[in-house]
């Protein structure tokens, strides 16, 4: 079994930055590929980013290639979201999830979600 729990959202300005993480806890991540994903409001969740935990590899959805990066660190089984040059349409709630051993795109592919952290973009 596999705990996440994301921290770092809050409420910002158009232009801002913020970095979420997520701790990982309960067993080995390294076997696992790990991913962000979000959900406004009466929207379906979508994918973000997503990374493997063993060599690094990444992918990013189009929506947020160039801003957002997503990364590791081992040692702390911890992973990283860097939001940068945000948007109100950024707005939502970030879930990261692990699961796959292979990156993924697909929420059906994790088997393992956080509780989820608020991000708000204002004008």
């Known amino acids: 079994q596999v705990q996440l729990v994301e921290s770092g959202g809050g409420l910002v300005q158009a232009g801002d930055s913020l970095r979420l993480s997520c701790v990982a806890s309960?067993?080995?991540?390294?076997?696992?590929?790990m991913g962000w994903f979000r959900q406004a409001p009466w929207k379906e969740r979508e994918f973000v980013a997503t990374?493997?935990?063993?060599?690094?590899?990444?992918y990013y959805a189009d929506s947020v290639k160039g801003r957002f990066t997503i990364s590791r660190n081992n040692a702390e089984n911890t992973g990283y979201l860097q939001m940068n040059s945000l948007k109100p349409e950024d707005t939502a709630v970030y879930y990261c999830?692990?699961?796959?051993?292979?990156?993924?795109?697909?929420?059906?592919?994790?088997?393992?979600w956080g509780q989820g952290t608020q991000v708000t973009v204002s004008s």
């Open positions: 990374i493997r935990w063993i060599g690094g590899a990444t």
């Open positions: 309960g067993r080995t991540f390294s076997n696992y590929a």
């Open positions: 999830a692990a699961g796959p051993t292979r990156l993924s795109t697909s929420r059906a592919n994790y088997n393992y």
